[in-house]
């Protein structure tokens, strides 16, 4: 009597196939939810872009900068946890609402344990990045390099520092595209509470491996982007993230039928 009661199990959703310029369509719808709240997602977007510059500034003036390029990549690691809130704005968007301040920085939905184990996950792939800068920095070179102009030197002009910057690069971005792949759709699908963190995991993958082209533009798109925000002063991130993270809500519902 209890089973016939029992609720069905929840299935993996089925992938939808995309074409190459979706991604396109998703900044454009991501561009569309910005300008409807324009000050909640600016008031969102400043506050990352002033610790984002915080943080940069503590690097270079304790001559520290050659790490910034290694909390950059964790910072595209962590990222997908870090749009929960315009996740949120951009479904009720959908829904027909006008999302209030307090919806956007307190998302009732992504407080719960699966939200933590996500979050873990990607910390830990950031850590792990973090471990294997300092192995690849030690296998370049045997000299410590104390201030920024040597640093500089090193990777300009020493072919040891250009090799240890490719290597860097490429291992990076096999990490980042790994993470990419797990958190992509998953950070979004989480908001439903229907499914767990391995289910969104796997979700993501699929998706991934079965749109290809069109995540692997989507990816270059938010790393550019990213990139440009930053080399306009870090005040482009008050902009180009609330964007990036309402188009990713637009990228959920276009690749996960039923969402």
């Known amino acids: 009597m209890d089973d016939a009661q029992s609720p069905a199990p929840v299935r993996l959703p089925d992938i939808k196939t995309i074409p190459l310029r979706a991604p ?36 270079w003036s304790t001559g520290s900068a050659s790490w910034f390029y290694v909390l950059l990549g964790g910072f595209l690691l962590v990222g997908p946890m870090l749009g929960m809130g315009l996740y949120a704005a951009s479904r009720s968007l959908a829904a027909g609402a006008k999302p209030r301040l307090i919806d956007v920085f307190w998302v ?7 939200q933590l184990i996500l979050g873990l996950l990607l910390v830990f792939l950031y850590f792990l990045w973090t ?15 104390r201030d920024r102009s040597d640093f500089l030197n090193f990777v300009l002009l020493d072919p040891a520092g250009q090799l240890m910057v490719l290597i860097g690069l490429a291992t990076g971005g096999f990490v980042a595209f ?30 991934v491996n079965r749109n290809f082209f069109p995540m692997l533009l989507w990816a270059v798109l938010i790393v550019a982007l990213t990139l440009l925000g930053i080399l306009f002063a870090f005040i482009g991130l008050a902009i180009v993230f609330p964007i990036i993270g309402m188009a990713s809500w637009h990228a959920y519902k276009a690749l996960i039928r039923g969402a």
């Open 108 to 114: 009732r939905d992504a407080a719960h344990i699966e």
């Open 131 to 145: 471990r294997m800068a300092q192995v690849i920095y030690a296998l370049s070179t045997w000299r410590i390099l």
């Open 24 to 59: 396109l369509d998703w900044l454009a719808a991501g561009w569309r939810d910005f300008c409807a709240i324009p000050a909640t997602a600016s008031l969102y977007g400043l506050i990352l872009a002033a610790v984002s510059a915080g943080i940069f500034w503590l690097l």
């Open 178 to 207: 790994c993470n990419y792949a797990l958190a992509a759709v998953a950070a979004p699908m989480l908001l439903d509470r229907r499914y767990t963190v391995f289910m969104a995991l796997a979700t993501s993958v699929r998706a």
